[in-house]
């Protein structure tokens, strides 16, 4: 493709002595970013331990996450024509508004690779995502979650226009948000509590139960959903300014705390530079 590459911790090592293989996770993320500051690449990718999984950090160091460079991919394959692109529950705002901008048909689903393959493949849409970093073309050879095929459409992208992400993005709005949490919860009890909620909150706004429950609003939205593979409840929340998003997290929390079995722990630390809300303490 005609890319300068800069390899980081490249050599395969199972022991994993610089971190987990997690693009998900932001510690996992820093070295990367360390390494594009200091070198003023325009691209970082990161891929997870057996290479379906894309991570991205920007020219500015900043992570991408994965319903942010979905924006991106989104417009290269609507370039083309309207077209369907599929997402998962816990994707933001401005993918979806992104979608719509561009004559494209979004179609929120089910959190989980298998349900974003299956979907895609009923849809017949040309791209599919979800917020953990697998995703999908519908590309004669490559039809599956490939990271690095992912990434290769990402530098092709970029390399059309001669522009770095932040550039391209510039018309994107910035929204508060929380990176996904968890909150211990035991698998007997997650899927009755998830149903409990899905109740109280859609008798009182608007929500999607196609998987969990999502509380939209015109300025936020708020979801909660049990783990497809631990004891825990999931949940990401986002905003159009930090009260807002501190109303909303507040909103959910109290009804949470009626259940002792759930563990809370959305406490969230602010990052002024970007608008995100760090991980609980």
Request: aromatic residues 8%; glycine residues 10%.
């Amino acid at each position: 493709m005609g890319c300068k590459v800069d390899g980081l911790f490249i050599e395969p090592d199972g022991r994993f002595p610089n971190h987990v293989p997690n693009p998900i996770k932001e510690e996992n993320m820093r070295d990367l970013q360390a390494r594009i500051k200091e070198t003023h690449n325009e691209l970082g990718i990161a891929l997870d331990g057996d290479g379906d999984r894309l991570g991205v950090v920007d020219n500015n160091g900043e992570i991408l996450w994965a319903d942010e460079y979905l924006i991106l991919l989104a417009r290269q394959v609507l370039e083309k024509g309207p077209a369907t692109i599929i997402y998962d529950v816990k994707c933001g705002m401005a993918l979806i508004e992104d979608i719509a901008r561009h004559g494209g048909n979004g179609v929120m689903w089910k959190t989980g690779y298998t349900n974003i393959f299956a979907k895609r493949a009923e849809t017949g849409a040309p791209l599919a995502g979800e917020f953990s970093g697998h995703i999908f073309f519908n590309d004669p050879l490559i039809n599956f979650d490939d990271g690095i095929y992912a990434g290769a459409r990402m530098l092709e992208f970029l390399s059309q226009r001669n522009q770095g992400v932040r550039e391209l993005m510039a018309d994107v709005p910035k929204y508060f948000h929380t990176p996904e949490g968890r909150m211990d919860c035991e698998d007997t009890r997650k899927f009755e509590i998830v149903k409990e909620l899905q109740a109280y909150f859609s008798s009182k706004y608007q929500t999607i139960d196609i998987d969990g429950v999502r509380i939209v609003w015109p300025d936020g939205w708020a979801l909660v959903r049990a783990s497809n593979t631990e004891p825990s409840l999931t949940d990401r929340f986002e905003a159009k300014t930090e009260v807002r998003l501190q109303e909303i997290m507040g909103l959910v929390r109290d009804k949470l705390r009626e259940y002792p079995e759930v563990h809370i722990n959305f406490l969230p630390k602010r990052d002024s530079s970007t608008g995100r809300l760090g991980e609980g303490v």
